[in-house]
């Protein structure tokens, strides 16, 4: 049966909320899917990757060479690890998550229920700033951080618009692929985080990002007031100077039954938090809806297709503008 | 209390084992709309919903509803349309996302006007949802299929190129001192 | 520049007391080889080695400061979260592919006039590729997790590529400096002796490996010499184009070109090129060289170094036509040539172009203070290029029409300046424990390759074109110069006949091939 998260704490106060719900990372069914799959290693899948194909007995001493220097290395494995997985009716895998906790996590905990996404309707949306500054808020931000950002655009035509623009947490993630440490990973609820205990600050995750979506921690002189917990990848606050930081999509909220941040602050419920497993969506005006015939019924489109990211965040685009035309007319 | 009160209802519905349940809602007007929620065998995926209006009218838009427990939970979802036949029934193929008790609901009219369901009924989903496709869950990371083989073979080729720097580098050290020897022998028999 | 207490019977311990051209020839470059490292250094020499400390020790304070307060206090933003230190890291590999290949390629092709300049080149590259890879570490916001590249391995990342790239590239460039090293060793300890440093002579007598110099020590060192040079060509393109890849496989616009590898690697050779004519000018004023690096040495640089200034200008604008053409994304070329960057992109032009090919041309500029003066430019308008080549395509907007901008700060100016500062350092301290030049190449070479009255103009044709026999006039039996067995040696000045002739590379390498 499924059970749904429904809310203990609804009556407390968001922000609050936020940390305690970090705080329950710990013990918390979802979270502790998230932190338990952290700590594994990825070198296991790598080592099985390797022998199975009996890589040494081919190419013999050079490449046994090679082997020894690759043994303990995760290969492109990405696609021979999801093989891996052990066979479950349902779709609920790992996620992109590095790490040879499948097995284990597939024993004694249930397979994540949600797969979160979002919903933009820039028809609804008049630039008011409301959801960088709650964004902000909750997450202690700099005001350079805008993990999430709005953009004032110029369509086609000359009419100016806003486009608000958190992580895409795109399913084929390029900042995932170039990480040289595996700092950054995809959960397996879709949401791509950082480990800033593990990032190294090569800044390559930025350059890959086709949505500058990225944000690097410059300075030291941010202060923090005290918090109640350490820092996760879903919460990262306070957050670790020299290591980058993005959008969480709030996922330790989304998991309580709570909307993220900047669409609970979002006063003309222009963005939607939705989860593609149970096909809804739900803004801040309460509305809920069906995800996939929204998107179908508004012509909803992602951001910068071309580059093959595969987002989960979906725009629906208010006077048919031209998403393309922005990024192009960048001068 | 809302909560418990679902779960009551899961309950009895568990205890008659029924896959059919049926439920009255709320006259609306003159006209009475019943909902009813059908799963067509066992091994379906998909919910059959049918409304059914009293008296029958033919060509009348209903709008049917799912009661979504996303987020602080209660919230009706529309999930699409259907039109009346001539004995009144509107049906709808809906696929649950859930599984558990869930509420069904449905209502007269179409459009974003209508908001909330006149008439509800509640049924246990059993069958496991179908899934986010498994494309969307994992991606092959870039050239991903041949990336296995570059990334051996760049390997061996760096180790290849360490092996023959390195090896010079012994063969050197080991083999020079001793030719040393060798050399100042040969030009003494040289002389 | 230096008191010298060798004497000259030490100097002649072993060699041919009957060549006496070759005899006196041997003297002189022993002498000046030797001289730096022994005895007491000049006053001059200490103050230089004083002031370039200090300079890097500021350095190291700068970083130290920017390790507690973070990357922005070098003036990093999120929209130019890639700047100076990359720059510094590509300009100084940069340099050292240049060095290395110089000395590969002239080895390869067993070019003669190669023997002065062979251990600057590949000293140079020991030194900038060593303070290139430390640049990597202000680079990262958390360089004391650098180890976790080796463990958390993403063989997906180009970056972990780029660490394999270097790693290897930087033990390759350590074994091509040794190799060579080891004659010289013996040598300098049959010269100087045990009195002087009774440290260095036993660690020299171990590295030195017993070397006699007798005809099959020669045959191993140079057959291995001839293999690790062969493997360091391909090397050093692979590594510069895996460098590049770190640009080219993201999707920003300027990045993702194709021609990057390639425009990398010419960047490199053509700037290392430049780097080795003033290392080889310098040393040659302030160590007292001119007997051996002549104007015909660095004249001929200077024409490879306008070969590759042609071909790195014809790939700068292969890279913009494509983009520039078709306006797609034509952003960062616009503010390259017209906009924020068009003082440092024209300074590029000017100085990194114009004006290297100005003074290759005209003859009245074609010498020794001209080239100097020219390559010192081409080496800093590469680094000012490489800062064109990673800045606009950071500080570009890929959404919206915001652009970043990077403002260069005390730290960021005194950490790089410290790495140029450690370039003489390096070399000046280098040069205090080796010798300055491969004595045991140059007496090999024979005085060969200092002869002016060669003409420039024929030689260089067909000494850089001609893949030759590898030490085609070289390591035949006669030369056992220089070892303590050359006495019984009927033919030993082989190089002696090439003195003066003036025929080129083809008289010596017949002459080679008929002994």
Redesign the interface.
């Known amino acids: 049966?499924?059970?749904?998260s429904?809310?203990k704490q609804?009556s407390v106060e968001p922000n609050l909320i936020t940390q305690d719900s970090c705080a329950s990372s710990l013990d918390g069914q979802n979270c502790q899917v998230t932190s338990a799959a952290l700590a594994k290693?990825?070198v296991d899948e790598g080592e099985k990757?390797f022998s199975r194909r009996r890589?040494l007995s081919m190419?013999g001493a050079?490449?046994g060479?090679?082997a020894v220097?690759?043994s303990?290395?995760?290969?492109?494995?990405?696609?021979?690890?999801?093989q891996g997985l052990p066979k479950t009716?349902?779709?609920?895998?790992d996620?992109?998550m590095t790490g040879s906790g499948a097995a284990d996590m597939a024993s004694t905990e249930a397979p994540p229920?949600h797969?979160w996404a979002m919903v933009i309707d820039l028809g609804m949306c008049n630039g008011c700033q409301s959801c960088p500054a709650a964004c902000q808020k909750a997450h202690y931000l700099t005001p350079?951080?805008t993990w999430m950002k709005v953009?004032?655009?110029t369509d086609n035509d000359g009419q100016t618009y806003s486009?608000p623009?958190p992580c895409m947490q795109c399913?084929?993630p390029?900042c995932l692929?170039?990480?040289?440490?595996?700092?950054t990973f995809r959960q397996d609820q879709?949401v791509v985080l950082v480990n800033q205990d593990?990032?190294?600050?090569?800044?390559?995750c930025?350059?890959?990002c086709?949505?500058?979506a990225?944000?690097?921690?410059?300075?030291?002189?941010v202060s923090y007031p005290p918090l109640p917990v350490a820092s996760t990848p879903e919460f990262p606050v306070p957050q670790k100077?020299?290591?980058?930081g993005k959008c969480t999509f709030c996922v330790g909220n989304?998991n309580h039954?709570?909307?993220s941040e900047c669409a609970a602050g979002c006063p003309m419920g222009a963005i939607y938090?939705g989860?593609?497993?149970?096909?809804?969506a739900?803004n801040s005006l309460?509305s809920?809806?069906?995800l996939s015939?929204f998107l179908y019924d508004n012509n909803a489109v992602t951001y910068k297709p071309e580059?093959n990211t595969?987002p989960r965040v979906w725009y629906i685009l208010g006077h048919g503008q031209d998403l393309a035309a922005?990024?192009?007319?960048?001068? | 209390m809302r909560?418990i009160l679902r779960w009551l209802v899961a309950f009895c519905a568990a205890l008659a084992s029924l896959l059919i349940i049926s439920g009255t809602a709320a006259a609306e007007g003159s006209s009475a709309l019943t909902v009813t929620v059908q799963q067509l065998s066992p091994a379906s995926d998909n919910l059959t919903m049918v409304a059914r209006l009293t008296p029958a009218a033919v060509g009348q838009k209903v709008t049917f509803f799912?009661d979504?427990?996303?987020?602080?939970?209660h919230?009706?979802?529309?999930?699409?349309s259907a039109s009346t036949n001539s004995s009144g029934d509107a049906t709808y193929t809906y696929t649950p996302?859930?599984?558990?008790t869930t509420e069904f609901g449905a209502a007269i009219g179409s459009g974003d006007s209508i908001a909330a369901p006149t008439a509800v009924e509640s049924f246990q989903v059993l069958k496991?949802?179908?899934?986010?496709?498994?494309?969307?869950?994992?991606?092959?990371?870039?050239?991903?299929?041949t990336?296995?083989v570059?990334?051996?073979t760049l390997?061996?080729i760096?180790?290849?190129v360490?092996?023959l720097l390195l090896g010079s580098l012994l063969l050197v050290i080991r083999r020079m001192p001793r030719l040393a020897g060798a050399g100042e022998s040969g030009h003494k028999g040289g002389r | 520049m230096k008191e010298t207490n060798i004497n000259e019977t030490a100097l002649l311990t072993g060699t041919d007391q009957r060549n006496s051209a070759k005899e006196r020839w041997s003297v002189e470059v022993r002498s000046a080889a030797v001289r730096p490292m022994s005895g007491r250094t000049s006053m001059r020499w200490r103050l230089a080695v004083g002031v370039l400390s200090l300079i890097v020790l500021a350095g190291i304070g700068a970083w130290i400061y920017q390790l507690?307060?973070?990357?922005?206090?070098a003036g990093?933003?999120?929209?130019a979260?890639?700047a100076v230190y990359i720059v510094d890291v590509i300009a100084f590999i940069g340099v050292s592919y240049g060095g290395a290949v110089i000395s590969a390629i002239l080895r390869l092709t067993g070019q003669s006039w190669r023997a002065p300049l062979t251990r600057l080149a590949e000293g140079t590259a020991l030194v900038t590729v060593v303070i290139g890879a430390l640049f990597i570490f202000p680079?990262?916001?958390?360089?004391e997790?650098?180890w976790?590249?080796l463990?958390?391995?993403?063989?997906?990342?180009?970056?972990?590529w780029d660490?394999v790239a270097i790693g290897t590239y930087v033990m390759a460039t350590m074994i091509f400096f040794y190799l060579p090293l080891i004659p010289d060793l013996a040598i300098v300890n049959r010269i100087l002796g045990q009195e002087d440093k009774p440290m260095r002579y036993r660690i020299f007598k171990a590295l030195s490996l017993r070397w006699m110099g007798n005809e099959r020590q020669r045959r191993l060192l140079h057959g291995v010499m001839s293999l690790v040079a062969l493997i360091i060509v391909p090397l050093a393109v692979s590594v510069h184009s895996v460098l590049s890849w770190?640009?080219a496989?993201?999707?920003?616009p300027g990045?993702s070109e194709t021609v990057l590898p390639p425009y990398f690697v010419i960047a490199a050779l053509y700037s290392g090129t430049a780097l080795v004519i003033v290392v080889a000018s310098a040393f040659r004023k302030g160590y007292n060289l001119q007997r051996f690096i002549t104007k015909r040495h660095i004249v001929r640089l200077g024409y490879f170094m306008a070969a590759l200034g042609l071909v790195y200008a014809y790939l700068t604008l292969a890279d913009m036509m494509t983009d520039g053409y078709t306006g797609?994304?034509?952003?960062w070329i616009?503010q390259t040539v017209t906009g924020r960057y068009a003082i440092a992109f024209w300074f590029y032009v000017l100085v990194g172009e114009v004006l290297p090919l100005v003074v290759v041309a005209v003859k009245r500029f074609r010498n020794i203070p001209g080239l100097t003066i020219a390559s010192l430019g081409v080496v800093i308008a590469l680094w000012v290029k490489r800062i064109v080549i990673v800045l606009p395509p950071?500080t570009?907007?890929?959404?919206?029409?915001q652009w970043g901008s990077y403002h260069f700060t005390w730290v960021s100016l005194t950490i790089t300046l410290a790495g140029v500062a450690a370039i003489p350092l390096g070399l000046m301290l280098l040069f205090r424990v080796v010798p300055v030049m491969s004595i045991d190449e140059m007496e090999e070479m024979g005085e060969l390759g200092s002869a002016e009255q060669v003409s420039e103009h024929t030689l260089v044709a067909s000494e850089l074109l001609s893949v030759g026999a590898p030490n085609g006039n070289g390591h035949s039996n006669g030369h056992g110069n220089g070892n303590g067995h050359g006495n019984g040696n009927g033919h030993g000045n082989g190089n002696g006949h090439g003195n003066g002739n003036g025929h080129g590379n083809a008289a010596r390498v017949s002459e080679g091939e008929v002994q």
């Open positions: 049966m499924r059970k749904l429904r809310n609804a290693e990825p990757e890589f190419f050079a490449a060479a090679a220097i690759g303990g290395i995760e290969l492109l494995s990405y696609r021979a690890y999801a009716n349902n779709w609920s895998g996620g992109g229920t797969q350079d951080q953009f004032t655009l486009l623009r399913e084929n390029p692929h170039v990480c040289p440490v595996h700092a879709g593990r990032c190294i600050g090569c800044r390559m930025m350059a890959a086709p949505y500058e990225r944000y690097f921690n410059w300075n030291s002189n100077l020299g290591t980058v989304l039954g709570l909307l938090n989860d593609l497993k149970t096909d809804v739900v309460g809920t809806v069906k015939k580059q595969h922005n990024a192009a007319s960048a001068s | 909560a799912v979504s427990q996303e987020f602080s939970g919230s009706w979802m529309a999930v699409g996302t859930w599984t558990g496991d949802p179908p899934g986010v496709p498994q494309s969307a869950i994992e991606y092959p990371r870039p050239m991903g299929s990336g296995g570059l990334v051996k390997l061996g760096v180790a290849i360490w092996i | 507690k307060h973070g990357l922005g206090s990093y933003n999120d929209q979260f890639w680079h990262l916001g958390r360089p997790r650098f976790e590249i463990v958390y391995v993403n063989t997906s990342s180009p970056l972990f660490f770190a640009f496989t993201t999707s920003r990045w797609i994304t034509t952003g616009s950071v570009q907007p890929l959404i919206g029409n």
